[in-house]
């Protein structure tokens, strides 16, 4: 073992190297405990700069083959172990690459020993690419922090090692991505993500977009453009990381008609609400509602009212019929695609389901196989409890109130409308509902239907199936 340790002390002369390839000091370094020893052995060879490399390449395959075969495991192991030293001899600059391609010229019989190995531990485990006599990490991972004028970019490869990290405009970064190999580029899903995603899926690469609240506790140190990139990266590499699903042209643009028609509706509510506030303030009541705009004329005819607030008030009239003549237009444009749509037709014929939040649940669900299943759509959009359990004890809150706040109300709304006539309804969902009544507050049992109603529409899109229930099954 004297001629061992003189090994494990780096001593690379030409004796040490005829010794190591010998099967005696592989059986011994494998018995001394020692994969780890001979591997450094091998690598330190290269470290050191020495030139040897015609006898690197004979103890690179000799101890990848013996190794193997006495520690029973395949030879390909080996080189990947082997590999990933040679590569931190890469990162701390030990490596003197610039002396590899005058070498390999010395020499074919060099030249067919060493190559095979080389090109082996980039095979493997991806870690070198070859080109013009240079040899580079491959990148497997891009962060990018996305902004309106300047992207940062933080690529690393496959062993989470830095690789390099770039600031660019919009056109550099997408000219930057298409001269690299096929990798995974993860982002932050903000505004324009999904536009960002699919651009880089058509240059060849996975796009992944990640919410920004799982990326956040990944950041190290204070939060700057560059940190933020390398959160990006170590929340992307989570195995358990849940991701967004990119969105396509036509799920953003009828996203882009609901939040039109969401802003609409609150300006019409908001100009109903100063009619009413206007008339209060000169002693005039009138009912809640939109009611007061069918009122208006005659009241302003019946009331000695001064001319200028008369000449208000039937501005705020034009402008709620202009309000109102766009929201009609919006919904009449979100009809016609849901008709388009054999999936949107389906959804409607779900109980309480309307076609606003039939084409909400499309935009949002797409085919619904983002979802391993019904309840992880539930728990996204937040219709499932909110739990706080320790010591083995399971406490159950109020729902969580996640995810898209739109969509739950909608649902909520839609649960809320089956239960006002739901004696009526003799089916088991309205069993259901009858029995959830009897011994639940109302608030609970919407919250309730809107979970289950969510679900239905979940299986009805990932799995192409109609809504039936339970009578007409029977009938049928």
């Not at 002369?13 to 010998?22: D, I, P, Q, R």
Request: proline share 4%.
């Amino acid at each position: 073992m004297s001629d061992c340790n003189a090994l494990t002390r780096h001593d690379t002369t030409a004796a040490a190297l005829n010794f190591a390839m010998t099967p005696t000091a592989i059986k011994e370094l494998t018995e001394a405990g020692t994969l780890r020893i001979a591997l450094n052995l091998s690598n330190d060879l290269l470290v050191r700069k020495t030139n040897v490399l015609g006898s690197f390449a004979g103890l690179g395959v000799e101890l990848a083959r013996h190794l193997a075969a006495l520690l029973h495991v395949s030879p390909e192991f080996v080189v990947y172990e082997s590999a990933g030293a040679a590569c931190a001899a890469c990162e701390r600059d030990e490596w003197d690459i610039e002396r590899w391609p005058h070498s390999f010229g010395q020499s074919s019989e060099i030249n067919e020993m060493v190559s095979p190995i080389l090109t082996q531990w980039a095979t493997l485990n991806e870690a070198f690419v070859f080109g013009g006599g240079a040899i580079m990490d491959t990148v497997s991972l891009i962060g990018v922090d996305l902004g309106k004028h300047s992207f940062h970019l933080h690529a690393q490869n496959a062993f989470g090692r830095m690789v390099w990290r770039k600031k660019s405009t919009r056109t550099q970064m997408f000219k930057l991505l298409g001269n690299i190999p096929s990798c995974v580029v993860a982002m932050e899903a903000c505004a324009g993500a999904h536009w960002f995603a699919r651009r880089i899926q058509a240059l060849g690469h996975e796009a992944r977009l990640i919410s920004p609240q799982f990326v956040k506790p990944f950041r190290q140190g204070n939060k700057n453009d560059f940190a933020d990139a390398q959160a990006i990266c170590e929340a992307a590499s989570r195995p358990s990381m849940r991701f967004v699903s990119p969105h396509n042209e036509a799920q953003q643009i009828v996203s882009a008609l609901h939040r039109v028609r969401e802003s609409l509706v609150r300006d019409r509510t908001g100009t109903i609400n100063q009619i009413h506030a206007f008339l209060l303030e000169f002693g005039i009541s009138l009912p809640r509602g939109m009611a007061v705009i069918r009122r208006l004329p005659a009241v302003l005819e019946a009331e000695p009212l001064p001319p200028r607030l008369v000449a208000v008030l039937e501005r705020l009239r034009a402008h709620f019929k202009y309000l109102d003549e766009q929201i009609g237009q919006i919904e009449r444009e979100l009809l016609t695609q849901l008709h388009e749509d054999e999936r949107s037709e389906r959804l409607l014929e779900i109980p309480g389901i309307g076609p606003i939040t039939a084409s909400v649940l499309m935009s949002e669900l797409g085919d619904a196989h983002q979802y391993g299943s019904a309840r992880q759509f539930a728990a996204s959009i937040g219709l499932v409890p909110r739990q706080y359990s320790t010591g083995g004890k399971s406490t159950l809150l109020s729902i969580s109130k996640r995810g898209d706040k739109e969509l739950r109300r909608l649902l909520v709304q839609c649960a809320r409308a089956i239960m006002r006539r739901i004696e009526r309804r003799t089916d088991s969902l309205g069993v259901w509902v009858c029995s959830l009544l009897a011994r639940r507050h109302s608030n609970v049992v919407s919250c309730a239907l809107a979970n289950k109603l969510a679900r239905i529409a979940w299986a009805i899109l990932a799995k192409g199936t109609h809504y039936r229930s339970i009578e007409a099954t029977l009938v049928a």
